[in-house]
């Protein structure tokens, strides 16, 4: 008898083997069925999250790593969900765990664990670019891939920019404690970024010693190591590497080296160059992306939406939004949907934009991208807009930010774009289908969708 096969849904990944298994998840192998690709399926049960209180670690996860796009971060692909699970689609790591390689092992040689160190602080650095501190790096959470090279995982214990109290400071404590920052144990606050530091020189010490600078059977003892910084050198270290690490970890986070200063350090430069390119923005892959194998977007018509995805977006039965966003992130208007055609909303986008002084350079029949004509914190805001045909009578509308300011792009979104459009939205996602408007009762009038 044929073994059956396990499509999620959405229909655009099967599900394969366990690869792995955790508290509140299971991992399988999987494959992108337009692609052939490998990739990794998180499965999780959403009555399990809930009677757990793991809610939040979710949603944290889920609103970190979209916006991270780096080379060594683990990707996440989508997520998707029915009734009673939630899929994460991730990009398939085949080497295993850091952890396991120093376990089988031992220590590492100095110029490998320069490369792993390097590639850690490289993607560290990114995170808190865009606002994340990890708050949980350590040799389990760092997957290696067929190349050997690292890859961050498991933002379950990250925190956004809106999870710091009025003194600017993150006060959870979490993480594991051999690697945890002192400051983190005190409950006076700390410094997210900081204390992902702190955690990146315990890392490079195992790789380079094969075992914990801190470390002791009685959890107290333990602290009070980690609170002075307590630990000694084997003797094969090199005089360069105890003085990073000695920089590293330092007690008082307010002299601790910072990532330019690790950057800046002889022994991290040392080594072959390595170009680093990555992208910016989170991007949904679908079967009609170049990328995504040999099928290819029509330019006489718009691509044809995921019935699934709009779903999962804009359904109160499935809408995520509940389970993964704050308040704040759920104001944020990316997604709508019309019943005018995809040419007509093309035109009515391109008008609003250019009346907000945007420039617009239509990138396909049914994509557009928009540029600011000033600067803002980060650059001039670039948004893409992309028009999917839903069905005959309807389409969705897609705004991505490509770069700039995410505050900027909120405030683009929700104050300027809502608006100008106000005419031809059915509905914005996350709002009641009726609640945008007053409709006539023919069926017609302001904000129905109709042009």
């Known amino acids: 008898m044929e073994e059956q096969r396990h499509i999620l849904p959405g229909g655009k990944y099967e599900k394969g083997k366990l690869i792995g298994t955790g508290t509140f998840a299971k991992v399988y192998h999987g494959r992108e069925l337009a692609t052939g690709e490998s990739v990794a399926i998180k499965v999780i049960n959403k009555d399990q999250v809930k009677d757990q209180g793991m809610v939040e670690q979710i949603?944290?996860?889920?609103?970190?790593t979209r916006?991270?796009?780096?080379?060594?971060i683990v990707e996440l692909r989508e997520v998707l969900?029915?009734?009673?699970?939630?899929?994460?689609?991730?990009?398939?790591v085949s080497g295993g765990e850091l952890f396991a390689k120093v376990a089988r092992g031992g220590r590492v040689k100095e110029d490998v664990a320069r490369k792993y160190f390097q590639q850690l602080i490289s993607a560290v650095d990114f995170c808190h670019s865009r606002g994340v501190s990890h708050r949980d790096i350590k040799p389990e959470n760092l997957l290696l891939n067929s190349n050997d090279d690292l890859k961050i995982t498991d933002f379950g214990f990250s925190a956004l920019p809106e999870q710091k109290r009025y003194d600017g400071l993150l006060h959870t404590q979490c993480g594991t404690p051999a690697y945890v920052a002192p400051e983190v144990l005190r409950k006076k606050g700390y410094d997210g970024a900081k204390a992902d530091i702190w955690s990146c020189g315990v890392v490079l010490y195992v790789l380079l010693a094969?075992?914990?600078p801190f470390h002791d059977e009685n959890i107290m003892n333990l602290y009070r190591k980690i609170f002075k910084a307590e630990y000694e050198f084997p003797p094969w270290f090199t005089a360069e590497t105890r003085k990073l690490i000695s920089k590293?970890?330092?007690?008082?986070?307010?002299?601790?080296i910072s990532i330019q200063g690790i950057q800046r350090v002889s022994w991290y430069r040392r080594g072959p160059p390595r170009q680093i390119s990555?992208?910016?923005?989170?991007?949904?892959?679908?079967?009609?992306?170049?990328?995504?194998?040999?099928?290819?977007k029509s330019t006489s018509s718009p691509s044809f939406f995921n019935a699934f995805e709009l779903i999962t977006s804009m359904s109160s039965g499935f809408d995520l939004s509940t389970l993964f966003e704050s308040k704040e992130k759920k104001k944020v208007a990316s997604i709508f949907t019309s019943k005018c055609s995809a040419a007509a909303i093309v035109e009515r986008i391109t008008a609003a934009a250019k009346v907000l002084r945007f420039s617009v350079e239509k990138e396909e029949d049914f994509k557009l991208r928009m540029e600011a004509a000033e600067e803002g914190r980060k650059g001039a805001l670039v948004v893409t807009a992309e028009v999917f045909e839903m069905a005959t009578e309807m389409t969705v509308v897609e705004f991505l930010k490509d770069?700039?300011?995410?505050l900027e792009y909120e405030k683009f979104c929700e104050e300027d774009v809502r608006p100008a459009l106000k005419d031809i939205v059915w509905t914005w996602q996350g709002d009641d289908c009726n609640s945008n408007s007053s409709v006539n009762s023919d069926g017609n009038g302001e904000g129905d969708g109709y042009c």
Do not use: C, N, W
């Open 59 to 64: 949603q944290r996860e889920i609103s970190a």
């Open 67 to 72: 916006l991270l796009r780096h080379p060594h």
């Open 81 to 92: 969900a029915t009734k009673s699970k939630i899929y994460y689609v991730m990009e398939y």
């Open 210 to 212: 094969g075992f914990l």
């Open 248 to 256: 590293i970890l330092m007690a008082d986070p307010e002299r601790r």
């Open 278 to 296: 990555f992208r910016l923005k989170t991007e949904r892959v679908t079967p009609s992306d170049p990328a995504a194998g040999t099928l290819k």
């Open 403 to 406: 770069s700039g300011d995410t």
